[in-house]
């Protein structure tokens, strides 16, 4: 059976309509062959690999092709894209100038169970847990490694749900009556008990670059981390801290060979190196645990790394040089407050990204503030906000693009960076808010790749704000609002920035905000839903 099965057979409804699409359709193919001795095999390995491109592609056919979600355009409907949306246009982090349905509703903390990009990750991550039942229905019993993998992605699509959506569908096989909702706190101890049970299963880990074989699965390290970042954010999913186990399992990554990348080549430094065209193979992977892989002949699409990259560039930050792509969309930039984790004075200088690294002291500092203003005065224009250069695809070292428009940087969606300040946390709330000696080595590790000044120990806010230096645009921020009580809540209006809450000055959001809404469309399909509360 091949993977293409898949285009069209999930519908732009409810997951009801999903799951019943998709088991209609494959029971469509279940026929019994005209010569009795045939017998009908599955292609295990195109079921497989599907579940993987769920996250870094559209659908079958490339940029120009159809979603795999019927009646949703691939670049609304695309993992990466919308986990950016979702995690970082909702913070202190990002903003966005373009006026596309759902944008400035985004900007401005104002989201509804009608949001349409809301409703495009919804979607992915449900079609993706679909491509995961489906596979280990027809493919139960043929490569027991690969089963294992399937079952931590289908964990992982069910952990963003449980993240944004909170109470929401569940189903383990592919279902034609719509599924029970499954309570926050229950489907926490699912995804814990599922990657508990598979994670050994995976493959070992080992540190890989674009040519060895695994390069882009998921081995046992990402169930680790996973884990790690599930126990970190327990409170929140099920009512009960659990540090101890973050440290666990955040130190379980830490000890093993996804190490941090500290190399540099021809002037870029270690953590640019992470970003660029050729981070498959100029060494930066072996801080990669989940790498999803993109190429700009092979794999074309306009919803992963490269929408990370076109939508913060504007034609003017060639001063740094060619990026590597002739698309350049000027959408996404810092809101002030993102700036000065690195300049807390505010008086981040008017340079290009190198000289914007070297005044701030430190490499990760990837802003371009030529011609912009440090305030976003004005949401719907790019300048109005320092531009971000931090994905580029430029190569570090030999060789050169495949594709003069679309690009060969990997995604890492998981890096080993996280479980060092997942540890680092971890160690501060058990030790009553500051680090311990171990857990000032973790940040220390961090601050010293980055060229920067390094402190004897480290409060969980600084650890907060080291965080957002760190993975900033990787799809985190608005996870550790929420943790820290700033996003929605009694303490939202200890932290306001820029437009918060649709006030240029910031503004306060209810506690609810702490979830998005499910879909309307899933909310009327499907009589056993109950939608989230304030919405």
Known sequence: MNFRIFKHIIPAAAMVAAVAGLSSCTGDLDVTPIDPSKTMVPDEPALFTKCYANMALQGQTGQGGDCDIDGLDGGTAGFVRQLFNANELTTDEAICAWGDPGIPSFNYNQWDASHPMLQGFYYRLYTGIAFCNHYLEVCAGM????????????????????DCFGNVPFATALMSTPPEQIQR??????????????????????????????????????????????YLNAEVYSGSAQW?????????????????????????????????????SN????????PLLQDGVKTTAWCTTLFLMAS????????DGDYGTSEIWSGNRARSQFVAKFFPNNDAPQVNIADMANAAGDD???????????????????????????????????????????????????????????????????????????????????RQRAHTSTLSSYTTEQILDERSRELYYEGFRRTDLIRYGYFGGNKSS???WEWKGGSQNGAGLPEFRN?????????????NLVQNPGY
């Open 494 to 496: 200890q932290y306001l």
């Open 364 to 446: 990760r500092a990837l802003f371009f503030g030529i011609g912009r203003e440090l305030t976003v005065s004005t949401p719907s224009e790019f300048t109005s906000g320092y531009s971000v250069g931090k994905f580029r695809n430029t190569y570090a070292g030999s060789g050169s693009t495949h594709n003069s428009q679309f690009i060969d940087t990997d995604y890492f969606l998981m890096r080993s960076a996280e479980a060092y300040l997942i540890a680092a946390e971890a160690d501060a709330r058990l030790h009553g808010n500051t680090t311990s000696d171990k857990g000032t080595a973790y940040i220390n590790a961090l």
């Open 143 to 162: 490569d027991a490694t690969h089963e294992a993998e399937v079952r931590f992605l289908r964990a992982l699509f069910y952990y963003h749900l449980m």
């Open 283 to 290: 060494g930066a992977s072996q801080e990669a645990i989940l």
């Open 244 to 280: 101890a186990k973050a440290l666990e399992y955040a130190e379980k990554v830490i000890s093993g060979p996804h190490k941090l990348w500290t190399g540099s080549s021809n002037g870029w430094s270690a953590y640019q190196m992470l970003f660029m065209g050729d981070n498959g």
């Open 312 to 319: 913060t560039w504007k034609g003017d930050m060639d001063v």
């Open 185 to 230: 706190a229950d489907l926490f101890k699912w995804i814990e008990s599922e990657l508990l049970e598979v994670k050994d299963q995976m493959m070992p880990p080992a540190a890989r670059k674009d040519t060895d074989d695994g390069y882009g699965r998921a081995d046992q390290d990402a169930a680790n981390l996973l884990l790690a970042r599930m």
């Open 515 to 527: 979830l998005f809404a499910l879909p309307a469309e899933d909310i009327n399909a499907n009589p």
